[in-house]
């Protein structure tokens, strides 16, 4: 296969000689860097795919953010607020990395509160207890784990970049939630409940996360093919799977799925199919907190305006005084 339309901004160069240099790039493992001439279509999906990833992010601090007022204690609180506002820090990377692709910010913002890019579907459903925030740390940064770790080798240098320290920062935050989990499960009856009903909720929306399966992902094979992506969905998928199932066990709790069993054969794990109806769903902007996310977030931009109203005066006057310094 061919790997892509040819770009209109040539600068004079060859297109056809342009497109091989890019091509030989790929192929020897090195990486894509902003300067460097790229096809149009890898600019589009580095920008959809680098954006979700961001609205993810920023959106993601809102379910559990919900409960830094209500930690049950300092310490609980602490490591809470840490883990919200390093999620905060994945967004401004990667929004950075997207505008090194030509992507303005302002721009993406506004499609993401009309809808029109997504987020990560599993931040739409709510966090209902303090085990939630144990299990989203645990589950939910181990799935992004999964599929991160791999987009440090991107074939887009910042993305790749960004992703080194984003993928640290997320370790952090799956021990958390597991250490978290670990001590409920050591507590009252009551509490090891609570662990695996939240459990129970997030299962299957956690392996939705890794997308649609492979016959039904439409950008799976051309993100690969450009080393944007270095695995398909359904292999993420297994490989979180198999590294769950032994933490689950050593947390002991049961994970709500009658078809799990390990295959001797295949040296990994059988597991079910998720709902991929209710999927669709939640991507169509019918999950239980869709419309409550970009509620929240468009008020938390509009409550910012004043912030980039002075940010944006006070860079003008500095502009000003280095015109009357020179
Ligand atoms: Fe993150
Ligand atoms: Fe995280």
Redesign the pocket.
């Known amino acids: 296969m061919t790997l892509g339309d040819v770009s209109s901004q040539t600068d004079g160069h060859d297109p056809a000689a342009l497109a091989r240099e890019f091509e030989a790039i790929i192929a020897g493992g090195m990486r894509i860097e902003p300067r460097d001439w790229m096809p149009d279509g890898y600019r589009t999906t580095l920008i959809r795919q680098i954006a979700q990833h961001a609205h993810s992010?920023i959106i993601?601090m809102q379910p559990e953010g919900n409960w830094l007022t209500r930690a049950p204690s300092l310490r609980r609180k602490a490591i809470l607020l840490a883990k919200v506002q390093?999620?905060a820090g994945?967004g401004l990377y990667l929004y950075s990395a997207a505008e090194t692709l030509g992507a303005d910010r302002a721009d993406l913002n506004a499609k993401l509160l009309a809808g029109t890019q997504k987020y990560s579907s599993i931040f739409n459903y709510p966090a209902l207890t303090y085990a939630d925030v144990g299990v989203i740390g645990w589950l939910v940064?181990g799935a992004?784990i999964c599929n991160q770790v791999p987009l440090c080798r991107s074939s887009y240098g910042p993305y790749a970049r960004a992703m080194i320290r984003?993928c640290k920062?997320?370790s952090f935050?799956q021990r958390q939630g597991y250490e978290l989990l670990a001590t409920m499960m050591a507590g009252t009856a009551a509490q090891r409940a609570m662990v695996q009903d939240a459990v129970d909720r997030w299962w299957w929306p956690t392996l939705m996360m890794f997308g649609p399966p492979d016959t039904d992902s439409p950008h799976s094979a051309t993100s690969m093919a450009w080393g944007i992506k270095r695995h398909t969905n359904d292999e993420l998928r297994q490989r979180f799977v198999d590294m769950t199932v032994p933490q689950a066990e050593a947390l002991g709790v049961t994970l709500p799925d009658p078809q799990l069993c390990w295959n001797e054969k295949r040296g990994a794990h059988d597991f079910g199919t998720p709902d991929w109806n209710e999927f669709t769903d939640v991507i169509a902007g019918h999950g239980p907190c869709n419309a409550e996310r970009i509620a929240r977030r468009t008020r938390a931009h509009d409550d910012g305006a004043w912030v980039r109203e002075a940010a944006t005066a006070f860079a003008a006057k500095l502009r000003t005084l280095e015109g009357k310094a020179r």
Request: charged residues 55%.
């Open positions: 992010e993601g390093d999620e994945h940064d992004a984003v920062e997320e935050h």
